[in-house]
């Protein structure tokens, strides 16, 4: 099977930089990447370098291997485009049509999904010019992502940085799975998220954990967010993710303290996700000390039950309010893992449950992920293995459609 053919166009900005690491990224996951820098790219990143990392030539001129006709047929062979950082010069270029360079040229005989990762201070972002270029190209299918917000040149903050390269190759990945994953269908809306595991302390420097990343919660948030919506992420502990960009981060340890802060977040949402691995039980008393192992037996670890927050956060939704929950099952001699996720659903009362069979290096620790999305409707839907990107935009599917 042939790699998928990408073309990476680099934009004349200081984020420059970080396109070098987005190359890297995709050329390690198994994408033929060709690189299109505009000439003053060039500037910031050289060429040896983009050649080095991609393994072929950097052009930036229609005039250069004339015979191949590059200028059109680069943009007719891809697969995908990807355009980070796209400047506001860039995406005014694109937004007119303009064909003045090899990277726009190509961007005119591209007919396969092109995304932009916007790169510039907010001033440039916020102008209603650079706003209006973003709806134009938007409204033509280019998936024009929001930037993140944070430190750009000098001492300049705000929105308008460059999104992790992380977090675009997410993305890149995403529509070339799904070349429809990233409608504007959530503008407007809030929604909350929750990620990642609890903690429930056992003395100063012990816990009770578990093996949750936090991935497939950062799926959900950063999908939603270029999907359009509103996005507050409650993030428990984490293996170290980036916050994902145009999200808004609240960060929790114990179930608690989640659940007092999925509660104050969902009061106005139009869909919260409980998509954390909340930990059933927590010690019953908090050790003021460190229980020290000295030769004898230690004390008996007597346990509390924690709250069903996603019980409650049915129980005190408003109307209209889709409530999503995640159950991570496995099979036992009752029943396999869709059987208990059905029977899970019955007792959540929630209008949508994804169902993730676990063990065997499957849903937690890993980039991927499957299941079964079940809803109170009874519908059900299985969830192909792909991305934790890929299933979350499956869940977005479904919530939109219920809003809609």
Known sequence: MPLPRVLLGVAGGIAAYKSAELLRRLTETGHSVRVLPTPSALEFVGAA???????????????????????VRLGQEADLVVVAPATADLMARAAAGRADDLLTASLLTARCPVLFAPAMHTEMWEHPATRANVELLR??????????????????TGPGRLPDPAEIAEFARLLLERRDALPRDLAGRRVVVSAGGTREALDPVRYLGN????RQGYALARVAAQRGAHVTLVAAHTADLGDPAAVEVVRVGSALELRDAMHAAAKDADAVV?????????????AAHKIKKDGSEPPPLRLALNPDILVELVAAREPGQVVVGFAAETGDEAGDPLHHGRAKLARKGCDLLVVNAVGDGRAFEVPDNSGWLLGADGSEKELEAGSKALLASHVWDAVAARLD
Not at 139 to 152: D, F, H, K, M, T
Not at 211 to 214: T, Y
Not at 274 to 286: C, E, G, K, Q, T
């Open 211 to 214: 093996r949750s990343s936090g």
């Open 139 to 156: 409204s033509r299918g280019v998936i024009v992502l929001e930037p993140a917000s944070g430190r750009l040149t000098g001492a300049d």
């Open 274 to 286: 409980m998509a954390a691995a909340v930990a059933d039980f927590r010690p019953d008393a908090l």
């Open 49 to 71: 370098t983009f050649e080095a990392l991609s393994g072929q030539p950097v052009h930036t001129g229609v005039f250069a291997d004339v015979p191949q006709v590059p200028h």
